[in-house]
């Protein structure tokens, strides 16, 4: 292991593998004569806050190093959306893009070292950026030094495990996961990692034929997905290990993982303010332990709090999850205490209420969120079905489903606060770290840009099934027609293509719609159920608009993959 801030310092050998490009390595040697070219260039500019939005995790490495090298300070955006990049924009002095690093490069001329050489200050600051209470982008300032503490905790729980293979990735390297798993540890122990992300087993298949002996970083929505698709369980030599973060992995897929490669995937649970702080591997156990030197305790009001070297500071950090220790003093997580909304002037834990959901025979997740009214607060549950789930829904129809997961919660809870808002889902709208950011969820109990309300879904095999509601409001209803006012029939065909494109890409573009039927008008606030049947072979998709017990429109979408 190699000190973050004596990296460009060190005596490390230079054909040292460091990123993995395709079929090339691209060793310590160029890390370095790269990181010290930039450095220099970027010495005499005036800017001292420079924002990375970097896609190669190669050249984020190196520029991130130059920056620190010449006491600048990296700052980390969760994303490089505009909107999003405006937002911080009183948070850096300059932009780095893909764009802006050509041209840094071309125009670099070498340049004797600073006095001192290219030494990095240990305490040398990094700011990166996660969700605030209010959805907000909030800054989390760390130092060299926190990362540097977390990395020599990572290495003592797992670099023997680990050994020298290559780190393979879902997650992008700039959130602290990815930066910690993918970019620094690596670093600092001396191990590659790939310059590519690893979406599914194919990619991760395709990466182990060319690096050998390596270790998959992913989130629990990744790893939740990738039992399901071909080539999963063949995956060999299989990965030396699994790490999760950003939420609790589910028991079956931990179980699924256990089945296929003899162990559950590691997850670390910790936040980007606090760092690591416990892990767990469900085969072996459901509850934390605290990693290696990290202190945990029970607050009186059940809050976890943390003593650790990844906080910088010496004292006990307060979480705001709540926590119940064993007697071995590992501990489960039990919600977040802050996540309580009134109702009616009853109080709600969210939490609880997606924990006593989660344990119906019909719920496989379930994500409970607030929403916001122009006169009170409400809770919608956004739920991903079992099979057995998707049965009811498919037979009963979603009204029957959610008084079903009613009385099941009214044995738990006041019927008052009992969400009146329900959307079933093929997945929650989990983000590229693992979270569920409480905008995505929001925006579930809202229509469509193309109008639509999407209630619930259900798939299985070559069916697809919806239920939609159809906005009073709906401008298509304006003329169409006066006094009696129908959704055109050229808008439900829009709606079937665009919902059956989103599970078969090549439906977009279709090449004509077969056998085309309008059976019954469409009212405004009508309450619509979709089916769709796909025959691959042919490349027909066939759609079924029922309202009520008679069918109201039918079609084939006839398409053609793409050359």
């Avoid at 605030?132 to 905790?153: D, H, I, M, W």
């Avoid at 992995?249 to 590691?266: E, V």
């Avoid at 093929?426 to 590229?432: K, Q, S």
Wanted: one cysteine or more; a neutral charge; charged letters at 20%.
């Amino acid at each position: 292991m190699i000190a973050l801030h004596d990296l460009l310092m060190s005596a490390r050998a230079g054909h040292t593998p460091v990123c993995r490009d395709a079929d090339a390595v691209l060793d310590f040697a160029g890390f370095r004569a790269r990181t010290l070219s930039r450095a220099a260039a970027l010495r005499g500019r005036p800017e001292q806050r420079y924002a990375l939005c970097l896609d190669n995790p190669f050249d984020f490495a190196c520029t991130l190093f130059a920056l620190l090298a010449c006491g600048k300070e990296p700052v980390i955006p969760a994303n490089a959306t505009p909107g999003y990049l405006a937002d911080l924009s009183s948070a850096y002095d300059c932009l780095l893009t893909d764009t802006d690093l050509a041209a840094l490069d071309r125009d670099a001329v070498p340049q004797d070292a600073p006095p001192g050489g290219w030494a990095i200050d240990p305490n040398a600051r990094l700011t990166l950026f996660t969700s605030g209470s209010s959805g907000a982008p909030k800054p989390v300032r760390k130092t060299l030094a926190q990362f540097n503490a977390e990395v020599r905790t990572l290495e003592q729980q797992w670099g023997e495990a680990l050994g020298q293979a290559t780190i393979l990735s879902s997650v992008p390297h700039h959130h602290i996961y990815g930066i910690l798993f993918r970019v620094f540890w690596p670093l600092a122990a001396g191990r590659a990692f790939d310059r590519s992300i690893s979406a599914d087993p194919q990619a991760l298949q395709a990466r182990i034929a060319q690096c050998g002996a390596t270790v998959v970083v992913s989130t629990p929505a990744q790893l939740s997905r990738w039992p399901d698709l071909p080539g999963f369980a063949a995956l060999a030599p299989a990965p030396r290990a699994f790490f999760s973060s950003g939420g609790p992995l589910a028991a079956n897929t931990a179980s699924q993982y256990a089945a296929s490669f003899g162990a559950a995937p590691l997850e670390v649970y910790g936040s980007t303010e606090t760092g690591g702080i416990a892990w767990r591997r469900q085969n072996e156990s459901d509850a934390w332990r605290a990693m290696s030197g990290i202190l945990v305790q029970r607050a009186e009001d059940g809050a976890l709090t943390v003593r650790s070297p990844h906080l910088g500071h010496d004292n006990w950090h307060r979480t705001d999850d709540e926590a119940v220790f064993d007697s071995d003093g590992r501990f489960r997580l039990r919600g977040r205490l802050d996540r309580v909304i009134k109702l009616d002037g009853k109080r709600l834990s969210l939490a609880e209420l997606e924990t006593r959901l989660a344990v119906h025979p019909f719920v496989a997740q379930v994500a409970v969120t607030r929403l916001e009214g122009a006169s009170r607060e409400r809770a919608g549950a956004v739920v991903v079905l079992t099979e057995a789930g998707n049965d009811a829904l498919r037979a009963n129809g979603r009204v029957s489903l959610v008084k079903t997961l009613r009385r099941h919660l009214a044995a738990y809870f006041d019927p008052v606060v009992l969400p009146r808002h329900w959307r079933f889902r093929l997945a929650l709208p989990f983000d590229a770290r693992g979270k569920l950011p409480a905008a995505a969820l929001a925006a579930i109990f809202e229509a469509r840009a193309d109008g639509v309300e999407v209630l619930a879904e259900a798939k299985r095999e070559d069916e697809l099934y919806y239920e939609l509601h159809v906005p009073r409001t709906l401008i298509h209803f304006a003329g169409h027609f006066a006094g009696l006012p129908i959704l055109p029939g050229v808008v439900q065909v829009n709606w079937a293509i665009r919902l059956a494109t989103a599970h078969i890409p090549a439906a977009a573009t279709p090449a004509s719609i077969d056998r085309l039927k309008f059976m019954a008008p469409v009212p405004p606030g009508a309450l619509l159920k979709l089916t769709f049947a796909h025959d691959a072979s042919r490349q027909r998709i066939q759609f079924t608009y029922r309202l009520g017990e008679r069918d109201c429109a039918s079609g084939v979408i006839v398409y053609r993959e793409p050359a």
